[in-house]
């Protein structure tokens, strides 16, 4: 099986990956979001990666979403909603 070239019909194929995953394998959507290279659809899909796996196992949801590529702004705004008031 050969690698795709990367092309709009590949980063629209790992978005639909990334989106259909997120909900159930937040983790394994993770390991694919960061390889979207367009930034608009990548930071979309680290925001609602992010969103579905702090509530679920936050610690490690945190790791990974502190060593993406998002701006820290953002981050902040994740982490802080996903903290128990």
Same mark, same amino acid.
């Given at each position: 099986m050969g690698v795709l070239p990367d092309?709009?019909?590949?980063?629209?194929?790992?978005?639909s990956y990334v989106n259909s995953t997120s909900w159930q394998y937040p983790d394994l959507?993770?390991?694919?979001a +960061? +390889?979207? +290279?367009?930034?608009?659809?990548?930071?979309n899909a680290i925001n609602n990666i992010a969103r579905n796996w702090l509530r679920t196992d936050p610690k490690p949801a945190a790791e990974w979403l502190n060593s993406t590529t998002l701006p820290q702004d953002q981050k902040d705004r994740l982490l802080k909603s996903a903290t128990p008031h």
């Amino acid at each position: 099986m050969g690698v795709l070239p990367d092309d709009s019909a590949k980063q629209s194929a790992m978005q639909s990956y990334v989106n259909s995953t997120s909900w159930q394998y937040p983790d394994l959507a993770a390991q694919f979001a +960061t +390889t979207i +290279t367009d930034d608009h659809q990548r930071n979309n899909a680290i925001n609602n990666i992010a969103r579905n796996w702090l509530r679920t196992d936050p610690k490690p949801a945190a790791e990974w979403l502190n060593s993406t590529t998002l701006p820290q702004d953002q981050k902040d705004r994740l982490l802080k909603s996903a903290t128990p008031h």
